[in-house]
């Protein structure tokens, strides 16, 4: 079951469905762990990190209730245990999410350190230094966090993030909720998920200015309360099918999507010959004439999303003329190169960058995926490809694309999943 087959060549047409964003529902959920009566999500994605993140929470004792139908989760606490154990935490990264919340609620956590992954050593240390900033005693042993915090809770406190960190600034947040005093976010993260998250946690209650901007100000409750919340849509899983229609030559409707959440993607993407044009129902994607090749460096929010470089370089790949990819966020976020070149695709990596010339046409063939956007980025060069292409451990893709070969299939391509 971890095999999806494409014959390429086909162009997408149709309306394309866009779920509830992945990397924000992975912040919200934890975010019931804060209130004294249950956080109701809709627009919920059906993911492996959901499931995932649902085990987690019910070993630390909380009610999770998932609605599939209603694509909906309810989530009451509280939470009994406070310690998130290894072989959860290495499944998911984002499990460290309950660290903030369970220290603020609970003045104690024992978090097993998430370790890093295929794309880079993934640090926690702003988290960590966040904690200890608010008065939180911070030991790590045994490859396990534990943190304390001090009597009478969490201090509010200033604190400056010397990188932009969408997972730091998303558990700080969450901590600051319930902590004595005002917090200040400095050089905070600004994706659309953590404007998702602010806006859920007001909803419960809490005080916090700066949506949307990188200084947000939390003045810390006693309590917070029970709310409902829609997930944000999936502005990556957008910028994907875009690449999709893109790649091969069609137009289609992705529904639910948002122009102002694609930032620098959209630009990107129509400077390179791609229609993106904002209707009622969500954005009409369509491929014009030619592509041709564009540059992008990869930036936190607004810029170039790093969770599209791999989608885009496979776009890059039939391009006309050549483009140059930069990684920033992460070290190795290139091990789509190898696979997209397997299928004839020029790419030359030198360091943080890759050039990439574009060729008439890539050819099908057995490939291998190595984490969740590299995998998508070779199904998009299978959609494009001449031939049959196989990609190889596609459990990669069911963590962050929910129905992806329904979805693909459903305008036009060709493509199913092998037993
Ligand atoms: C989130 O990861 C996303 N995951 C990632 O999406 C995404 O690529 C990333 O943000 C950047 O946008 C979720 O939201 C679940 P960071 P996160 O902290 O929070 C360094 C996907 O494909 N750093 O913003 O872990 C870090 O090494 C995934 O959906 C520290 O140095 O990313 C990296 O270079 C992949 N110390 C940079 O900051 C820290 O304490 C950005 O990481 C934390 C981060």
């Given at each position: 079951m971890d095999r999806i087959r494409i014959r390429g060549g086909k162009p997408l047409s149709g309306n394309i469905p866009i779920s509830g964003a992945k990397n924000a529902v992975l912040a919200l959920m934890p975010a019931a762990l804060l209130a004294a009566g249950p956080l109701r999500l809709t627009n919920v994605p059906n993911l492996a990190d959901v499931a995932t993140m649902t085990a987690l929470l019910r070993h630390l004792g909380m009610e999770v209730a998932h609605d599939t139908a209603a694509r909906a989760v309810t989530i009451a606490g509280p939470a009994t245990v406070h310690e998130a154990p290894y072989d959860i935490v290495r499944k998911m990264r984002a499990s460290v999410l309950v660290l903030g919340p369970l220290v603020a609620r609970h003045g104690i956590a024992r978090v097993s350190l998430p370790g890093g992954c295929a794309i880079g050593t993934r640090p926690v240390d702003l988290?960590?230094?966040?904690?200890?900033?608010?008065?939180?005693?911070?030991?790590?042993?045994?490859?396990?966090?534990?943190?304390?915090?001090?009597?009478?809770?969490?201090?509010?406190?200033?604190?400056?993030?010397?990188?932009?960190?969408?997972?730091?600034?998303?558990?700080?947040?969450?901590?600051?909720?319930?902590?004595?005093?005002?917090?200040?976010?400095?050089?905070?993260?600004?994706?659309?998920?953590?404007?998702?998250?602010?806006?859920?946690?007001?909803?419960?209650?809490?005080?916090?200015?700066?949506?949307?901007?990188?200084?947000?100000?939390?003045?810390?409750?006693?309590?917070?309360?029970a709310a409902s919340h829609p997930v944000v849509m999936d502005r990556i899983e957008a910028g994907t099918y875009a690449c999709a229609a893109a790649i091969t030559g069609g137009e289609v409707l992705l529904e639910g999507a948002r122009l102002e959440h694609l930032g620098a993607v959209a630009r990107?993407?129509?400077?390179?010959?791609?229609?993106?044009?904002?209707?009622?129902?969500?954005?009409?994607?369509?491929?014009?004439?030619?592509?041709?090749?564009?540059?992008?460096?990869?930036?936190?929010?607004?810029?170039?999303?790093?969770?599209?470089?791999?989608?885009?370089?496979?776009?890059?790949?039939?391009?006309?003329?050549?483009?140059?990819?930069?990684?920033?966020?992460?070290?190795?976020r290139f091990m789509h190169v190898p696979e997209l070149t397997r299928m004839g695709a020029r790419i030359n990596v030198h360091g943080a960058s890759a050039i990439v010339r574009g060729v008439l046409r890539l050819s099908g063939a057995p490939v291998m995926a190595t984490d969740l956007r590299a995998s998508v980025s070779l199904v998009l060069a299978g959609l494009a490809a001449q031939g049959e292409t196989v990609v190889n451990r596609v459990y990669h893709l069911d963590r962050g694309y929910e129905r992806l070969e329904e979805k693909l299939a459903a305008v036009g391509a060709d493509i199913e999943r092998l037993a």
């Open positions: 988290h960590l230094k966040g904690l200890e900033a608010m008065g939180a005693t911070i030991t790590v042993e045994a490859g396990y966090i534990e943190a304390r915090a001090p009597t009478g809770g969490l201090q509010g406190a200033r604190i400056i993030f010397p990188v932009t960190s969408v997972g730091a600034t998303e558990n700080l947040l969450l901590a600051a909720t319930l902590a004595n005093g005002e917090t200040e976010l400095v050089n905070a993260a600004r994706e659309p998920e953590i404007e998702d998250l602010v806006l859920c946690l007001m909803r419960m209650g809490a005080r916090i200015e700066g949506i949307g901007t990188d200084r947000l100000r939390i003045q810390g409750a006693t309590s917070l309360a990107v993407l129509r400077e390179a010959g791609v229609g993106v044009n904002e209707e009622p129902a969500g954005l009409r994607v369509t491929r014009m004439n030619g592509l041709h090749g564009v540059d992008v460096v990869t930036e936190p929010f607004p810029g170039f999303a790093t969770d599209m470089q791999a989608q885009f370089m496979a776009l890059m790949c039939v391009a006309q003329g050549a483009s140059m990819v930069t990684e920033t966020i992460f070290e190795n």
